[in-house]
C-alpha cells in the first residue's frame, strides 16, 4: 500500500474521534504522517498490563477495551485477581498517565472484542512539533479534567 492511502485511510479512522474535533484538517495530516501506528488487537489480547514501563498513548478507533486492575488479597497472593474497571469504546483515549508521568502503568486495558487503536509512542511524542505537542497536551489535560469530575461525582452518589 503506498503512503498516499496509509495516510488517506488513517484520516478516515479519526475523523470522528472526538479527541480529534478540535485539530484542523493541517493537523490531522501532521498526525498521519508521524511514525505513530495503527494496531489491531483480537478478542481478549492485552494492549496495556499493570506494571509495564512504557509511555504509548492510545485512542481506541473500533472496538471496546476493558480497563482492569490487578488486586492482591490473602488468597490471591501468587496470582493477583484482574478486575474490571471501565470499559471504553471509540474514541477513547487511554495510557496517557504514563505518557505525562513516566511512570509504570496503573492499569491493564484488553481488547474485548476485536480493537483498533492509534498508538503514539513516547519517543515520537516528544519528537513532534511544538505546537502540535502543546494541542495534545492540552486535550490531555481536559480529559483528566473530566475523569476527575466523573470521579467526584461517582463519590458523591455513593456517599448518598
Known amino acids: 500500500m503506498e503512503k498516499g492511502q496509509i495516510l488517506g485511510q488513517l484520516l478516515e479512522l479519526i475523523k470522528d474521534v472526538p479527541f480529534f474535533k478540535t485539530f484542523t484538517m493541517a493537523e490531522r495530516c501532521y498526525l498521519a504522517s508521524t511514525e505513530c501506528e495503527v494496531v ?9 498490563n499493570e506494571g509495564d514501563r512504557d509511555s504509548a498513548l ?36 487511554f495510557g496517557e498517565i504514563s505518557l505525562i508521568s513516566k511512570s509504570a502503568r496503573t492499569s491493564g486495558v484488553h481488547a474485548i472484542g476485536e480493537a483498533i487503536v492509534l498508538k503514539m509512542d513516547g519517543i515520537m511524542f516528544e519528537k513532534m512539533e511544538p505546537q502540535f505537542k502543546s494541542k495534545v497536551q492540552a486535550q490531555l489535560i481536559n480529559l483528566l479534567i473530566k475523569r476527575l469530575d466523573d470521579m467526584n461525582n461517582q463519590i458523591i452518589d455513593l456517599v448518598r
Request: glycine share 6%.
Open 40 to 48: 489491531r488487537y483480537l478478542a481478549n489480547e492485552n494492549i496495556i
Open 58 to 93: 492510545y485512542i481506541l478507533l473500533r472496538g471496546e477495551v476493558g480497563v482492569t486492575k490487578n488486586m492482591i488479597s490473602p488468597d490471591s497472593l501468587k496470582k493477583p485477581k484482574r478486575i474490571l474497571v471501565a470499559k471504553l469504546s471509540m474514541g477513547a483515549v
